[in-house]
C-alpha cells in the first residue's frame, strides 16, 4: 500500500533551520509529485510548494520564497523539505502529501506529519 | 494568486440535518477543486475530488457541485463521525491554495 513516513518532532531555536524527510512507498517516486503542506496549532491548512519526483522542479508558495527549499532523493524515495531562519511563528506540525506529477490533483496520501516546535 | 474563501467558518446542525459549506474562487478554476475532511489530531482526508467526484470508500451523503468559481460540499445526513473541519483547496495553479476551512459541531 501507499505510505508517506515522516521524520520525527522537532525542537529548534529562532533563526536555525530544519529539515522534514518523507520516505514514499508502494508507488513510483518519479510517477508524482509531493505537496508540502503546514498547520498552525489551532489554524488551518497553509500550502507551502511542491516537488516533481520525475524532474525536482519546485514551485513554492510566495510566502516562503527563499526561505525554503525542497529537494527528493530518488534512489530512497524521499523527499525533503529544508526551512531556514525558523521563528515562533514557524512552528506548526508539516505534512508531506502525493499529488499529481504535473499538481494538477488531490492529495490522495498523506505523511502522518511532523511536528516543529520553535522556541528559544 | 487566486483566494479561496469558505463559508461558514462554523456551524452547529443536529444530527440527520442536511449541511452545506461554500467555496469561492476569486477567479475562475474549472473544476479544480478537492474537498478534504480533517478530524481533531487527524491527517486530513480525502473527500471530494474534481468538484464532484467522490473518493472511493467516501459516504454517499458527502456530495460536492459547482464550477468556475463557486463550490458547494453538502452532507445531506450529518452524522456524529462527521464532526470534523472540513477544507477546500484548488489546484488549478500555484500556489494550491486551501480555503480557511468549516468547523463542524453537532448541536
Known amino acids: 500500500q501507499v505510505l508517506l513516513v515522516q521524520s520525527g518532532a522537532e525542537v529548534k531555536k529562532p533563526g536555525a533551520s530544519v529539515k522534514v524527510s518523507c520516505k514514499v512507498s508502494?508507488?513510483?517516486?518519479?510517477?508524482?509529485?509531493i505537496s508540502w503542506v503546514r498547520q498552525a496549532p489551532g489554524q488551518g491548512l497553509q500550502w507551502m510548494g511542491w516537488?516533481?519526483?520525475?524532474?525536482?522542479?519546485?514551485n513554492n508558495a510566495q510566502k516562503f520564497q527563499g526561505r525554503v527549499t525542497m529537494t527528493t532523493d530518488t534512489s530512497t524515495s524521499t523527499a525533503y523539505m529544508e526551512l531556514r531562519s525558523l521563528t515562533s511563528d514557524d512552528t506548526a506540525v508539516y505534512y508531506c502529501?502525493?499529488?499529481?506529477?504535473?499538481?494538477?490533483?488531490?492529495?490522495?496520501?498523506w505523511g502522518q506529519g511532523t511536528l516543529v516546535i520553535v522556541s528559544p | 494568486d487566486i483566494q479561496m474563501t469558505q463559508s461558514p467558518s462554523s456551524l452547529s446542525a443536529s444530527v440527520g440535518d442536511r449541511v452545506t459549506i461554500t467555496c469561492r474562487a476569486s477567479?475562475?478554476?474549472?473544476?479544480?477543486l478537492t474537498w478534504y475532511q480533517q478530524k481533531p489530531g487527524q491527517v486530513p482526508k480525502l473527500l471530494i475530488y474534481?468538484?464532484?467526484t467522490l473518493q472511493s470508500g467516501v459516504p454517499s451523503r458527502f456530495s460536492g457541485s459547482g464550477s468556475g468559481t463557486d463550490f458547494t460540499l453538502t452532507i445531506t445526513s450529518l452524522q456524529p463521525e462527521d464532526v470534523a473541519t472540513y477544507y477546500c483547496?484548488?489546484?488549478?495553479?500555484?500556489?494550491?491554495?486551501f480555503g480557511g476551512g468549516t468547523k463542524v459541531e453537532i448541536k
Open positions: 483547496q484548488e489546484y488549478n495553479s500555484a500556489p494550491l491554495t
Open positions: 516537488i516533481s519526483g520525475y524532474n525536482g522542479n519546485t
Open positions: 508502494g508507488y513510483t517516486f518519479t510517477n508524482y509529485g
Open positions: 477567479q475562475g478554476i474549472t473544476n479544480y
Open positions: 474534481d468538484a464532484s
Open positions: 502529501a502525493r499529488i499529481p506529477f504535473d499538481s494538477r490533483g488531490p492529495s490522495t496520501y
